[in-house]
């Protein structure tokens, strides 16, 4: 079984099929892998925009700078 996070209801689904997929993250192996969406995305973000400062200061770029 997968699950799916619902943006808009902020619920965990257990079918895709009865929700937009649009306002659907997913899907994961659990549901507390589900329930925890929001954060794992968040944690996603955070380390990439981590790696994307890392490799502007390593080109000699300013990290702040959105067109490198």
Excluded at 39 to 67: C, L, N, V, Y
Aim: no cysteine; net charge negative.
């Amino acid at each position: 079984m997968t699950y799916w996070y619902n943006l808009d209801t902020r619920q965990v689904e257990e079918d895709a099929t009865t929700s937009s997929k649009d306002h659907l993250m997913g899907p994961y192996p659990t549901r507390e892998a589900a329930e925890n969406a929001l954060q794992s995305a968040a944690e996603r973000t955070a380390a990439w925009d981590e790696e994307d400062r890392r490799r502007a200061e390593e080109d000699g770029k300013d990290p702040d700078d959105d067109a490198w």
